[in-house]
């Protein structure tokens, strides 16, 4: 990139190149000024005229070379936004996305008419919906599991920045496995996309793929939760599962199969689409 003159500058010629990739361009150019600079984003809007220093320069075109790459926007940051609180992500965790705060939003509204209850997130990554969680639900306890050490590592340091620390036990475990006691409220945001798919997708260039490879079908990891269920989910109690779009019928029928006593019922996003599955005991 050009030497530029003022951060103003290169707001302008960073928008300019960002245009053919993202549709928030300008905001992308000014959340990597932002984090250059370490300021906001208001006070970079207003101070267009500030020189930028030589670092400064170097770390900025750096960042949007990296950028116009494809590398995602969050990482570059090194934090992103999820049900009004921010997250540390690093390429070791999936980026937290805005359809998955309905897997927070039903599990909020079953906790709030179910006090008292012992909850997991399944797959935990930044820890992005276990914090979520027990920051909006001040009595409530959880267990949070994750395959990576350095998820759980991420996802700790999330439960600390925001205050829950105390009421999140973070453990390195494949699924619920080595996790005794009742279970009523499971929560998992799993590896849901089909294997051949993910060749397809420029989000498995960057994200982890053990976080986003859900075998055949996308249903292998959620099959094998599900089997386990009879061994921890209490009578009364609920599962709530995020699916792919296109598993609004393989996922509730798959539930179905394997719980056969449980209602199933199948929940849309903001778009419309199938996003959560929801499973409730009523056995």
């Given at each position: 990139m050009r030497v530029m003159n003022s951060s103003g500058d290169w707001l302008i010629e960073a928008r300019k190149r960002l245009e053919p990739?993202?549709?928030?361009?300008?905001?992308?150019?000014?959340?990597?000024?932002?984090?250059?600079?370490?300021?906001?984003?208001?006070?970079?809007?207003?101070?267009?005229?500030?020189?930028?220093?030589?670092?400064?320069?170097?770390?900025?075109?750096?960042?949007l070379a990296r950028r116009l790459d494809g590398v995602p926007l969050p990482y570059l940051l090194g934090h992103w936004e999820f049900f009004g609180l921010d997250f540390t992500v690093s390429p070791d965790v999936l980026i937290p996305r805005p359809e998955t705060e309905l897997l927070v939003e039903q599990?909020?509204?079953?906790?709030k008419n179910h006090p008292g209850r012992r909850a997991a997130d399944v797959g935990t990554g930044s820890g992005c919906i276990a914090v979520s969680l027990a920051k909006c639900q001040s009595d409530l306890h959880l267990v949070a599991t994750d395959q990576?050490?350095?998820?759980?590592?991420?996802?700790?340091?999330?439960?600390?920045?925001?205050g829950v620390a105390d009421r999140i036990q973070f453990l390195h475990t494949n699924l619920l496995d080595g996790i005794t006691g009742p279970l009523d409220l499971v929560?998992?945001?799993?590896?849901?996309?089909?294997?051949?798919?993910?060749?397809?997708?420029?989000?498995?260039?960057?994200?982890?793929?053990?976080?986003?490879?859900?075998?055949?079908?996308?249903?292998?990891l959620i099959e094998e939760l599900l089997k386990d269920a009879s061994r921890w989910w209490t009578p009364g109690g609920a599962i709530l599962l995020e699916?792919?779009?296109?598993?609004?019928?393989?996922a509730p029928a798959l539930a179905q199969a394997l719980l056969p006593r449980a209602r199933v019922s199948l929940l849309p996003d903001l778009a419309g689409l199938p996003?959560?599955?929801?499973?409730?005991n009523i056995a």
């Open positions: 990739l993202s549709p928030d361009a300008w905001l992308e150019a000014q959340l990597l000024l932002a984090h250059a600079l370490q300021k906001n984003r208001t006070w970079v809007l207003t101070h267009p005229e500030i020189a930028l220093e030589a670092g400064q320069q170097e770390r900025l075109d750096g960042l599990a909020l509204a079953w906790l990576s050490t350095s998820a759980i590592k991420i996802a700790a340091a999330n439960a600390s920045r925001h929560v998992a945001n799993l590896p849901y996309i089909p294997s051949a798919t993910l060749e397809e997708l420029l989000v498995a260039k960057y994200e982890p793929l053990s976080a986003l490879d859900g075998g055949p079908q996308g249903l292998s699916i792919e779009s296109g598993q609004g019928e393989s996003r959560v599955v929801k499973l409730e």
